[in-house]
């Protein structure tokens, strides 16, 4: 019989969100966008991973529940669990320059680029963004416009303010 690779999945509720997470048993794979149904993580999953099954398994997320709620409760600053991202390679540079990021501090789409030294590759690098399958420990919400105005975020322009606010307070 094949070895099936299970994706692990919970529902964090939180004061002001719920949000699907799931993990590989190498680490946080999915941050759903707030308040959103379970189709969303399976949608990710059908495509990202077909391979995998999705099983309901809160016991074994519970450190990362922990470490999202203390990051929302404004008591962590970094995220220590590993975390397992699944896109090309290009959206991987993407959200790996997303990681340096500073905690409290914002970059503009433009900046993400010409750090990739892709300085034409705007358009692109907010493309990649959007397919964050791991928001907030992969600080998309960091990225505004060159105007200095929000753009675009998965969990909503309220919940990206939130969070620059909730960084913002503690820096």
Known sequence: MENVERIV????????????????????????????PLEELAAWVNKRLPHYDLVEAANELEP???????????????????????????????WHALQQIPFGETVTYTQVAERLQKPSAVRAVASAIGANPVMIPVPCHRVIAKSGKLAGFRGGLDMKEHLLLLEQRQV
Do not use: M, N
């Open 64 to 94: 990362y529940v922990t470490e999202l709620k203390e990051y929302l409760d404004g008591q962590r600053t970094v995220f220590a669990l590993p975390i397992d991202l699944h896109g090309t390679a290009f959206q991987q540079s993407v």
């Open 9 to 36: 999945w919970t529902l964090l509720q939180h004061d002001r969100w719920k949000l699907h997470i799931a993990a590989t048993e190498k680490g946080l794979c999915y941050v759903g966008s707030p308040d959103a």
